[in-house]
């Protein structure tokens, strides 16, 4: 049974950090792009960042650029997601997903490419 399993959210004062992991099981991800999404409440998903499978092509979203940091190990088949300078408008629940079949460098924006996704963990930022 293929799961991600995203682990490290939880509730911080603006201006703290995060680190979010997610596992992967049941398959190997180590050819996967992987990429972290996230949904505020009443809005849609939105995507966060996204890292090769070689782990040295990364793509991140302006709101998040120079704050968040994507990072995988392949031989834990895990994936981070350190987070900094947080902000209010960060909060939502964030999801990891996998998407197989890419090249080495490929990283992704586009959420209908990724096949696999875990079930989130909420991150909740106070003012």
């Known amino acids: 049974q293929v799961q991600l399993v995203e682990s490290g959210g939880g509730l911080v004062q603006a201006g703290g950090s995060l680190r979010l992991s997610c596992a992967a099981s049941g398959r190997t991800f180590s050819s996967d792009v992987m990429g972290w999404f996230r949904q505020a409440p009443g809005k849609e998903r939105e995507f966060v960042a996204s890292?090769?499978?070689?782990?040295?092509?990364?793509s991140s979203a302006d709101s998040v650029k120079g704050r968040f940091t994507i990072s995988r190990d392949n031989a834990k088949n895990t994936v981070y997601l350190g987070m900094a300078s947080l902000k209010p408008e960060d909060t939502a629940v964030y999801y990891c997903?996998?998407?197989?079949?890419?090249?080495?460098?490929?990283?992704?924006?586009?959420?209908?490419?990724?096949?696999?996704w875990g079930q989130g963990t909420q991150v909740t930022v106070s003012s």
């Open positions: 997903a996998a998407a197989p079949g890419s090249g080495p460098w490929y990283t992704s924006r586009d959420d209908s490419n990724y096949r696999y």
């Open positions: 890292i090769s499978s070689n782990g040295r092509g990364t």
